[in-house]
């Protein structure tokens, strides 16, 4: 069984789910992965430039989150980190290709690709960095795989990764590590029934519950991925997000674009509102304040990113169409 991203990064026209989604679906295989490398040598660290932008254009957002405990959002693009607290400012140094970007408490995780001229390996395999991109470390694959798909817990650190092929030891599948890429459980799977996955989620401080979006609906898990159970009715999911005691998950329903908070216990749904969005550019990146969880940040497929401090009553667009707002 093969796993594929349910947005790629293609411009083409699809029809899945009865509705046309324009610039979507594009179905990218996630993988290729060689040798496990299990290192954790930290990169001397660098002065960060920082840098004040006004309607300068991102694209290729691949993830949003608040590391180190702060309640500035950081956007993970192609080319490095913009962050936005009432103003948007990037770093002018380290600009890389933050893929299966995880903010955590103490900074965040990530994968992808060095820009150019870096002396950081390609690919950079699972890095840390606790100083928002001023210094990494190593943790494995360095040098080997990018991972899209990929998740860390917020307090936990708990890492699971998705690797399309075998990786010396490490066989196909989904796969955890407590301890920062140093040794690897694979999970079972059971119940899991879809081929083409938005995202994968982590909770925040329960290290064996664990969400994946897919097309097929929104699987759930407690016992570190080896069995799932669906979560209502299945569901197209864009993306999904996990919480202490809720979750919130993006989907596209009778032909609407919709934000739904779920709780993990009870298993209840309650609907957000959401800002005026087509369906042919649905939400793909939520996060959620750790501080003030009434703030939302959300991105679209076309780059816009709007975001609300009263859990959905009003959102403020700070991005349109990948420009950066003021």
């Known amino acids: ?55 300068e254009k991102i694209n290729h957002i691949h993830g949003i989150g608040y590391p180190n405990g702060e309640e500035e959002v950081v956007i993970a693009t192609h080319k490095g980190l913009y962050e936005y607290d009432d103003k948007w400012i990037k770093a002018t140094n380290e600009k890389h290709d933050y893929m299966g970007f995880s903010a955590v408490q103490e900074g965040f995780y990530s994968s992808g690709h060095p820009e150019p001229n870096s002396d950081y390996k390609n690919p950079l395999g699972i890095i840390k960095s606790e100083n928002k991109g001023e210094s990494f470390e190593q943790l494995a694959f360095y040098g080997e795989a990018d991972f899209h798909y990929m998740t860390v817990g917020y307090e936990t650190n708990m890492i699971y990764i998705i690797n399309e092929a075998p990786i010396g030891n490490l066989e196909f599948g989904l796969h955890y590590s407590e ?16 081929k083409y996955i938005s995202n994968l989620s982590a909770h925040p401080s329960n290290d064996s519950i664990l969400a994946i979006g897919s097309q097929d609906g929104l699987f759930l898990s407690s016992d570190f991925g080896n069995t799932f159970n669906l979560l209502g009715n299945p569901i197209m999911i864009t993306y999904v997000t996990l919480t202490e005691t809720a979750g919130i998950y993006a989907s596209i329903e009778n032909e609407r674009v919709k934000l739904v908070r779920f709780n993990i216990e009870t298993k209840g749904l309650e609907d ?55």
């Open 1 to 55: 069984m093969n796993f594929y991203l349910l947005f790629g990064e293609s411009d083409i026209n699809g029809n899945n789910g009865g509705f046309i989604m324009n610039k979507i679906i594009g179905l990218v295989l996630v993988g290729m992965l060689l040798t496990l490398l299990n290192a954790c040598n930290p990169k001397n660290a660098t002065t960060d430039k920082l840098e004040e932008v006004i309607n």
């Open 179 to 194: 301890d920062d890429g140093k040794s690897w459980a694979k999970s079972k799977m059971v119940g899991f029934d879809s």
């Open 272 to 326: 957000l509102k959401v800002p005026d969005i087509s369906q042919n550019n649905p939400i793909l990146q939520i996060a959620v304040n750790p501080i003030d969880k009434k703030e939302i940040t959300i991105a679209t497929i076309e780059n816009d990113i709007y975001q609300t401090q009263d859990s959905g009553e009003t959102w403020d667009m700070i991005a349109e169409k990948g420009t950066l707002k003021q």
